[in-house]
C-alpha cells in the first residue's frame, strides 16, 4: 500500500488574480521513496507540499496518507493524523519564538504525543541538535541565533518525531556547504529506515540524490 497517494489534484487561490498552480497532479510516495520535486520560483511547489502534508486542502481531487482519504476528514481529524504520522521542514524555519533550540524539539514530540517528552526523548532531541552543530546552542533562543542554525533547529524538529512522511521545502537553504550535504545524508538515512522524503529542490546536484525526480510546471507534474 503506498503512504501517499495523490489523485487529480487541483488548487486555485482566488484573489485579485485567479491563479491555478496545481492543475492535476496525480502521484504516489511509497514507504522508504526518496523523491524530489523541481520547477521555477512561484510555479506551485509549496503549494503541492501543503496539500500533501494536510495544511491545505485541495480545491479537488483526493490525497490519501496511510490509506485515510484526508479530504474527508475533519480539522480535528487532520491535525490528529498530521501530528502522526508528517514531519514537516518548511521553507521558513517557522520555529516557535519564545522557545529555545531544544523545547522547540520537546514541542513538537508533546504534539506527537499528546504528553511530556520522555528523558529519553529529551535526551535524543540533544544528541539530534548536537548532530546538526547545535550542542553549544540547545538553550538559545531562535532569535539569538543565524538563519542557518534556525533552519538546521527546523530540520532536527522535523526529524526527532520518526515521522512516516518527511516533506521538507527547500531544506538546504541558508545552508553552506558542508551542512547542506550533512542534511542530505541525514534525508537520504531516513529513506533508507523506510521513512519517504518528498523534498523541494533548485540545486540539481541534490536533486540528483533522489530515487525519483519529478518538475512541476504550469501545475502538472512530470517526471525527468
Ligand atoms: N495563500 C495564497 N493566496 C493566493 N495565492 C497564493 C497563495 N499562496 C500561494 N499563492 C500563489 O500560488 C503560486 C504558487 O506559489 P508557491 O506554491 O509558493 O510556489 P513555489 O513554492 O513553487 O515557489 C504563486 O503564484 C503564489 O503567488
Ligand atoms: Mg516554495
Same mark, same amino acid.
Given at each position: #500500500? =503506498?503512504?501517499?497517494?495523490?489523485?487529480?489534484?487541483v488548487?486555485e487561490?482566488?484573489g485579485?488574480?485567479h491563479?491555478?498552480p496545481v492543475?492535476? +497532479? $496525480?502521484?504516489? +510516495?511509497?514507504?522508504g521513496d526518496?523523491?524530489?520535486?523541481?520547477?521555477?520560483?512561484?510555479?506551485g511547489?509549496? $503549494?503541492l507540499?501543503? #496539500?500533501?502534508?494536510?495544511?491545505?486542502?485541495?480545491?479537488s481531487?483526493?490525497?490519501h496518507?496511510s490509506?485515510?482519504?484526508? $479530504?474527508?476528514?475533519?480539522?480535528?481529524?487532520?491535525?490528529?493524523?498530521?501530528?502522526?504520522?508528517?514531519?514537516?521542514i518548511?521553507?521558513e524555519a517557522n520555529?516557535?519564538?519564545?522557545? =529555545?533550540?531544544?523545547?522547540?524539539l520537546l514541542f513538537?514530540?508533546?504534539?506527537?504525543?499528546?504528553?511530556?517528552p520522555?528523558g529519553?526523548?529529551?535526551?535524543?532531541?540533544?544528541?539530534?541538535?548536537?548532530?546538526?552543530g547545535?550542542?553549544?546552542?540547545m538553550?538559545?533562543?531562535?532569535?539569538?541565533?543565524?538563519?542557518?542554525?534556525?533552519?538546521?533547529?527546523?530540520?532536527?524538529?522535523?526529524l526527532?518525531t520518526? =515521522?512516516?512522511?518527511?516533506?521538507a521545502d527547500?531544506? $538546504?537553504?541558508?545552508?553552506?556547504?558542508?551542512?547542506?550535504?550533512?542534511?542530505?545524508?541525514?534525508?537520504?538515512?531516513?529513506?533508507?529506515?523506510?521513512?519517504?522524503?518528498?523534498m523541494?529542490?533548485h540545486?540539481?546536484?541534490?536533486a540528483s540524490?533522489?530515487?525519483h525526480?519529478?518538475?512541476?510546471d504550469?501545475?502538472?507534474?512530470?517526471?525527468?
Open positions: #500500500m =503506498s503512504l501517499c497517494k495523490l489523485h487529480n489534484v488548487k487561490y482566488q485579485e488574480e491563479v491555478r492543475d492535476g +497532479v $496525480t502521484m504516489e +510516495v511509497q514507504p526518496f523523491l524530489t520535486i523541481e520547477g521555477p520560483s512561484g510555479t511547489k509549496s $503549494t507540499l501543503y #496539500m500533501m502534508g494536510g495544511l491545505l486542502r485541495p480545491t481531487g483526493e490525497i496518507l490509506g485515510q482519504d484526508m $479530504t474527508s476528514l475533519d480539522d480535528a481529524q487532520l491535525t490528529t493524523l498530521r501530528s502522526r504520522c508528517i514531519g514537516f518548511f521553507q520555529l516557535l519564538p519564545a522557545l =529555545s533550540a531544544l523545547e522547540n513538537a514530540l508533546r504534539l506527537r504525543r499528546g504528553a511530556s520522555t529519553e526523548e529529551r535526551r535524543r532531541s540533544m544528541a539530534m541538535l548536537d548532530t546538526l547545535l550542542g553549544e546552542r538553550h538559545f533562543l531562535p532569535y539569538q541565533l543565524s538563519v542557518g542554525q534556525r533552519r538546521r533547529i527546523a530540520i532536527a524538529r522535523a526527532i520518526d =515521522s512516516a512522511l518527511l516533506i527547500e531544506p $538546504t537553504n541558508d545552508l553552506d556547504p558542508h551542512w547542506a550535504q550533512r542534511v542530505m545524508e541525514l534525508l537520504q538515512e531516513q529513506s533508507q529506515q523506510g521513512k519517504a522524503v518528498v523541494v529542490t540545486h540539481d546536484v541534490w540524490w533522489a530515487r525526480r519529478y518538475y512541476l504550469n501545475g502538472q507534474l512530470r517526471a525527468r
